[in-house]
C-alpha cells in the first residue's frame, strides 16, 4: 500500500505560480511511477504530467507542457508539480497518483494509488 497526501493548493492569480506537493509513505515510494491529474468541475479527470521511478523520464499533457514541472526526490518520498503562467482553465483539483510499476503513464486507469486532492483556483 501506498498512502499520498497532496499539499500546497490554494488561490493564485492568472500568471501566478504555485508549487504542489505530493508526500509518500507506505511500501518503497522509490518503486512506484507518479503521476499528477487533475478535475475541474462537471469535468472528467484528466492527465497532467508523469514521472518515472527515478526522474528520469517524464511526460506532459499539451495543455501544461512548458508551463508546468514535474519532479521527485525519492529520499524524502514526495513528488512535486512547479505550475507557473497559472490560467484560469487550470482551476481544478489536483491529485497525485502512484503506479505500482518503474515507467511513466497518463491514463487513470494505469494508477493503483490515488490522493485525496488539492483544490488550485485561478482568478483572472
Known amino acids: 500500500q501506498v498512502q499520498l497526501v497532496e499539499s500546497g493548493g490554494g488561490l493564485v492569480q492568472a500568471g501566478g505560480s504555485l508549487r504542489l506537493s505530493c508526500a509518500a509513505s507506505?511500501?518503497?515510494?522509490?518503486?512506484?511511477?507518479m503521476g499528477w491529474f487533475r478535475q475541474a468541475p462537471g469535468k472528467e479527470r484528466e492527465f497532467v504530467a508523469t514521472?518515472?521511478?527515478?526522474?528520469?523520464?517524464?511526460g506532459y499533457a499539451d495543455s501544461v507542457k512548458g508551463r508546468f514541472t514535474i519532479s521527485r526526490d525519492n529520499a524524502k518520498k514526495t513528488m512535486y508539480l512547479q505550475m507557473n503562467s497559472l490560467k484560469p482553465e487550470d482551476t481544478a483539483v489536483y491529485y497525485c497518483?502512484?503506479?505500482?510499476?518503474?515507467?511513466?503513464?497518463?491514463?487513470?486507469?494505469?494508477?493503483?494509488?490515488w490522493g485525496q486532492g488539492t483544490q488550485v483556483t485561478v482568478s483572472s
Open positions: 497518483a502512484a503506479r505500482s510499476v518503474l515507467g511513466i503513464g497518463s491514463y487513470t486507469r494505469e494508477y493503483d494509488y
Open positions: 507506505g511500501r518503497t515510494f522509490s518503486s512506484n511511477a
Open positions: 514521472i518515472n521511478w527515478t526522474g528520469g523520464s517524464t
